[in-house]
């Protein structure tokens, strides 16, 4: 009988790590097919300016390597659905995937199949690649230590309010189609009485606060309460669930409690790599819910996990979270105004 492997990825520039991946994994079974994201697919879990490689393209130099036999284009930001089709046998990611974060892990398994999280060749990353190809020699840039103190404390505020402009205006420029994407997944939700779980850790908890607090309370004009709760606030359950089963778990044992098919888990995290926040993603998947994940630049685990995501193209904490702030209140507005549409 022959048996199916398949594996997903972007492949976005294709590299020795990705070709050693590949052989590793046909050497699994019979057959292997390779999952990769769509162009749009790609920009929503990447952000602007990716893939570097069209799909078309991307699919042809796979097609090339001896050890890939079909490569399937899929446009959602996860391969669940393609998994479910194909039914393979054996499911396989790279080691920097543990197998309860692997999408379709939970499938196969049930289905008598196999999940591996292989170990990746080290020192490659198209990620890192393409940063050194965009980045100049930070050595040729020598700092300037001639300028006053004053000077200095100017100069880094001039600096930060630059990057905070030029983080909204590629918010403006690139962003706004994700961002309505995921207020009509919430729009959606609360027309059909279902509800909006929030969570994340530190400036990402107070911001699920801000907006559940939005949802419950009112954003600008009267109007209902709507079901919104932020994971974030209940202590007994936090401390509880924290001493009981570790952190990791804080937020997913709520969502296993609180949450309901059809429902909306909102997950926010900066860097896109919390672990409690992914776990959370997973649990609601499982249950049925939808998922969106508000993130940062390099958050493409987190966006890659999630039904939509928005990721703010700063590498900065602070310009993040200023502009999940900013998120929060277009999502509130937008939702409002359909649902108040939605009601005459």
């Known amino acids: 009988m022959s048996v199916l492997v398949f594996t997903n990825g972007c492949f976005d520039l294709l590299h020795p790590g990705h070709i050693d991946l590949l052989e590793r994994c046909k050497a699994l ?3 292997l097919v390779v999952g990769i994201n769509s162009d749009a697919s790609v920009r929503a879990i990447k952000g602007a300016g990716r893939p570097l490689m069209s799909q078309a393209d991307r699919t042809a130099v796979l097609l090339g390597l001896r050890s890939v036999d079909e490569v399937a284009v899929f446009d959602e930001p996860t391969p669940a659905r393609l998994i479910k089709e194909l039914r393979p046998d054996v499911l396989v990611k790279g080691g920097d995937w543990p197998i309860e974060q692997i999408i379709g892990a939970d499938f196969v398994l049930a289905n008598g199949g196999k999940v591996f999280s292989l170990p990746l060749k080290p020192s490659y990353s198209t990620s890192n690649i393409i940063e050194r190809i965009k980045q100049p020699d930070s050595r040729d840039a020598a700092p300037d230590s001639s300028a006053g103190n004053d000077f200095k404390d100017e100069l880094r505020i001039e600096n930060s309010l630059r990057e905070h402009q030029q983080v909204i205006a590629t918010l403006f420029s690139d962003g706004l189609g994700a961002v309505e994407q995921c207020a009509r997944l919430i729009f959606e939700a609360l027309s059909e009485k279902r509800k909006l779980l929030l969570c994340g850790n530190g400036g990402s908890a107070a911001d699920a606060q801000h907006i559940a607090a939005e949802f419950v309370g009112r954003f600008e004009n009267e109007r209902r309460g709507w079901p919104a709760l932020a994971l974030t606030t209940d202590t007994s359950t936090l401390t509880s669930v924290s001493n009981d089963y570790g952190y990791e778990q804080v937020f997913s044992r709520q969502v296993e409690a609180l949450a309901a098919e059809g429902d909306v ?24 819910c939808k998922t969106i994940g508000l993130t940062g630049a390099g958050g493409k685990r987190l966006a890659s996990l999630c039904d939509a995501a928005i990721l703010v193209q700063s590498a900065r904490t602070a310009r993040i979270q200023e502009a999940h702030n900013l998120i929060g209140h277009l999502i509130c507005e937008m939702v409002d105004e359909l649902l108040e549409a939605n009601q005459k």
């Open 29 to 31: 079974g019979d057959r």
């Open 265 to 288: 888990l909102v997950a926010i995290s900066t860097s896109g790599n919390s672990p409690n926040v992914i776990a959370a993603v997973m649990a609601a998947q499982r249950l049925g």
